[in-house]
RNA sequence: GCGCGAUUAGCUCAGUGGUAGAGCGCUUCAUUGACAUUGAAGAGGCCGGAAGUUCGAUCCUUCCAUCGCGCACCA
């Protein structure tokens, strides 16, 4: 018969298997209730806490969600590890205009239209789709290990947001902060509604310029299309070929479609060394002309309509797309003897949607803007104060640049899918009123009529709010006590102003305080020879394929080795694979230290050769890889770790303990201490970077060798202060 | 136009004022051994070019080249 002998647990004799395990150990944390701070030892005083970037709720999980998921999930493991009371509040994002263009697509394909829908239905459509989205999503982050509280999640179009976003209009209009007004917008024909300057791309182009007579003078333009309603044409005062020409002054001039009228203006906006030094206006389809019109109070006609079309000011061309028109307006001057000449080689850029890539059209339009130099200025001082803090300057410079050139912040969206603006606008004078309890009946400037603003707020002005959100502010709850300003904010570079820029401004708007000490910004994930990820260039990595291929602790550490702070990183799936077998490494390792102490009775004292050694390598090494991770360097620390666990633990521990483990008495006995320690050390280092595999293991040690129940929450093997 | 970053092994990228590192790939050998999702050994780099600071530069400074990115209402 067989000896009864001690053995390790069965699972340890097969190689190390994520899918078999992920899905337990991730209930097993959740039911523990440790994600939520309530619920970790009244003791911990310190708080940590980061507000989950939440992601948009309309479509799955792409590698930078995967990225940013584990990059904040270790931060809080490690935390939460040192003693904290270490909160992660989760999310989900509406996603106002993305979301929209997402459903836009999907009616596309059914051959629908939201032009065909009224806003209502359009929005209902939007909210369940967005929904189906949502738990789908919340379904992967947690497959991603992320050990965020679930008891605190809310969605950006939750009641309490609403409130908060609301208020902060209401407050912005008191303060004298928030204006609607005549501006040139960013306006797209296709998406039909305007943008902030932050979602134009500017796309360089050479295209031809020409040079039109116009009356006595030659006039440069790259839009002929926009040139029907010109009838100003403007020049520096200083320049002295055109010294002879008044400001005012009236000349004929035979233009596009006859004979018209225009008048002379002197303004220091014409620059003496472009073209000719003189240029005709288009107001109403160019910023930079609106500027000069207002300056000297000229009219201004639009020519393009909302659409891209032609207006009857454009006479034989009205109806025409601006795109087809250029080409037939040249035809037409050129017939008229009026092409001076034409410059084939313009190089120049051309304002493009961020989203579709047709040209953006500016539009005069009426509508809401925030006026951000006062808030920008504010964050400005909170920055130099040292109220919070980039991990790299490099950051810090390009923050400082954007917030000291700010431009007044349109806020507006003409979508349906959104937060609807509570205002009223007069239906006479235009004058725009906040309006909260939805009670206005006339206006509050001329006394006539009103009608309700029908667009939402740009999802970056709620979602600026997010943090004071997430935190209850001005809720029944103590988390705005406890947790506002939080720890970390960490998110990708790439929306340091869409998102980082506008949470400082307004956080401290109505806080009065920075709602982050520190921010921690991640470059974007590239495909494996440092392309963008793209559906059509089929160099799309699913973390979700990933994830059942090689296991989510293996993704997990390909992300944050080598992956350095505000740097773009490339993910090679080799290199996740090389990860997938450190794993079973560290399952082996287990199997090994298990197998070969079985028989161990601690407590037992090391021999002072092993306490040598230990003072020579593992304290050190310990001690090197916290300060990694003290100083947000995870890439090192997990490059570390690695190390640390294979060419240490393994080669150098486990190889030379082989032949020790073969004699008897206090040398195997101080050995097999030394082999439970560098386990039970690897695995709590090792916990923030691949959770999964070492809470498995964990759960399977004897209780001699466990300081915890729950890996999770078992306390950092490094402590500074000791 | 303004600003920023990069240039290191075949590929993708870390890193350091003092004989150069990782992953993958490559070569050779080993293997009833905790682990073939393995072990051992090895090949492979004037650390983009030029000048400077220094006892010493891949690292600091300046210039140049090439690539990439961000910002920007120039007709």
Known sequence: MNEQKPTIPELFLSPYNPQDHEDKIYKLWHESGYFNPDNLPSERTEQFSIVMPPPNANGSLHAGHALFVTVQDIMLRFERMRGKKAVWFPGADHAGFETQVVYEKKLE??????????????????LDFTLANKSFMEGQIRSLGASCDWSRELFTLDDKVVKIVYDTFKQLETDGLLYRGARSSNWCPKHQTSFSNLEVEHEERTEPFYYFKYGPFVIGTARPETKFGDKYVVMHPDDKRYKDYEHGQKIEVEWINGPITATVIKDEAGDPEMGT?????????????FEIAKRHNLDYEQVIDWRGKLLPIAGEFAGMDIRDARKKIVEKLEAKGLVDHIDENYHHSVPCCYKCGREIEPQIKEQWFVHMKPLAEKALIALDAKKFSFVTERDERVFRHWLTNIDDWPIAR??????????????????????????????????????????TFDTWFSSGQWPLCVTDFGGESDDFKNYYPTSVMETG?????????????????RT????????????????????????????????????????????????????????????????VNAYKKFANKLWNITRFVLDNTTDYEPPIEHTPEDVAFENEFLHPMVKEIHEHMDKDRFDLAAEKIYHFVWDHFASTVIEESKPLLATEGAIRASR????????????????????????????????????????MVAPWPFNPDV
């Open 512 to 575: 009065g305080e920075v709602p982050f000490k520190k921010i921690y910004l991640h470059g974007m994930v590239r495909d494996k020879h440092g392309k963008k990820m793209s559906k059509s260039k089929g160099n799309v990595i699913a973390p979700s394929e990933i994830q059942e291929k090689y296991g989510t602790d293996a993704l997990r550490m390909a992300l944050i080795v080598n992956n350095v702070p505000s740097t773009d990183m490339n993910l090679d799936p080799d290199k």
């Open 672 to 711: 097999q201490r030394m082999l439970h320690h560098y386990l039970v050390t690897s695995l709590k280092l090792l916990h923030p970077f691949m959770p999964f595999v070492t809470e498995t293991i964990w759960q399977e040690l004897p209780e001699k060798m466990r300081d915890s129940d729950i890996l």
């Open 414 to 455: 003409q979508i349906a899918w959104g937060i609807p603006i509570p205002a009223k606008v007069c239906d006479d004078c235009g004058h725009g009123m906040v309006d909260l309890e939805n009670n206005l009946t006339t206006c509050t400037k001329c006394g006539g009529g009103v009608h309700q603003d029908p667009d």
């Open 277 to 289: 030094g003189v240029m005709t206006i288009t107001p109403w389809h160019s910023g930079i002309d």
């Open 493 to 509: 570079k790439d929306i340091i102003f869409f998102w980082v820029a506008r949470m400082i401004m307004l956080g401290l708007y």
């Open 109 to 126: 394909k059914e051959g629908r239209s939201r032009f065909q829908m009224t806003r209502e239905e359009l929005y209902a459509e939007i």
